[in-house]
T-cell receptor, first 117, second 114 residues
Framework: GAVVSQHPSWVICKSGTSVKIECRSL??????MFWYRQFPKQSLMLMAT?????????EQGVEKDKFLINHASLTLSTLTVTSAHPEDSSFYIC?????????????FGPGTRLTVL | GNSVTQMEGPVTLSEEAFLTINCTYT??????LFWYVQYPGEGLQLLLK?????DKGSNKGFEATYRKETTSFHLEKGSVQVSDSAVYFC?????????????FGTGTRLTVIP
């Protein structure tokens, strides 16, 4: 159990376009989903935390107007990179926590590699 | 504040060698500690965890013991396999906010050669 999927697994887009990444908890309800960004050979950087039905909480330095997060249901959160630029190219990873009260473990998706040309 | 420091890689070992990846932490209070593994092209997977002092987490032959006195959570495996080649991340969760605040180390890349 506790499987998290992401779609797409990789995407290439032109500069100036927007890209949407989906994160789904497949076999559990997720009260909270997290979005991370991982640069090559570096650790994960938390971008934002989203709770179902409420606005996401963004970490300092993350542009909320550029990285739009929607958490419409207990099993789906989306990250939209608006007006993407080459510097947005990165590996984006989501994770989710149970809504059963076991909030101490995050389950991670496989990641989405974004390349902006 | 909360932070995690783990040994820099990359680490290259021969198959069946003993593995240690050091991890130390700084935290206010008593965090839970985790090791995550990231295989090539995949997302992070929880490898093991420990939630209180002296707890030992174990999985797939890997072990780590929560040492409060040395603020450490070193990862060990007695005999590594080629399939263990991956990046290993040590992490802690803030005890007050739980999984809402997970701090990662920078990761250690392990390569196991036949």
């Amino acid at each position: 159990g506790a499987v998290v999927s992401q779609h797409p697994s990789w995407v290439i887009c032109k500069s100036g376009t927007s890209v949407k990444i989906e994160c789904r908890s497949l076999d559990f309800q997720a009260t909270t989903m997290f979005w991370y960004r991982q640069f090559p050979k570096q650790s994960l950087m938390l971008m934002a935390t989203s709770n179902e039905g409420s606005k996401a909480t963004y970490e300092q330095g993350v542009e909320k107007d550029k990285f739009l997060i929607n958490h419409a249901s207990l099993t789906l959160s989306t990250l939209t990179v608006t007006s993407a630029h080459p510097e947005d190219s990165s590996f984006y990873i989501c994770s989710a926590t149970h809504s059963s009260g076991r909030t101490d473990t995050q389950y991670f998706g496989p990641g989405t590699r974004l390349t902006v040309l | 504040g909360n932070s995690v420091t783990q040994m820099e890689g990359p680490v290259t070992l021969s198959e069946e060698a003993f593995l240690t990846i050091n991890c130390t932490y700084t935290a206010t209070g008593y965090p839970s500690l985790f090791w995550y593994v990231q295989y090539p092209g995949e997302g992070l997977q929880l490898l093991l965890k420990a939630t209180k002092a002296d707890d030992k987490g174990s999985n797939k032959g890997f072990e780590a013991t929560y040492r409060k006195e040395t603020t450490s959570f070193h990862l060990e495996k007695g005999s590594v396999q080629v399939s263990d080649s991956a990046v290993y991340f040590c992490a802690l969760s803030d005890p007050q906010t739980g999984a809402n605040n997970l701090f990662f180390g920078t990761g250690t890349r392990l390569t196991v050669i036949p």
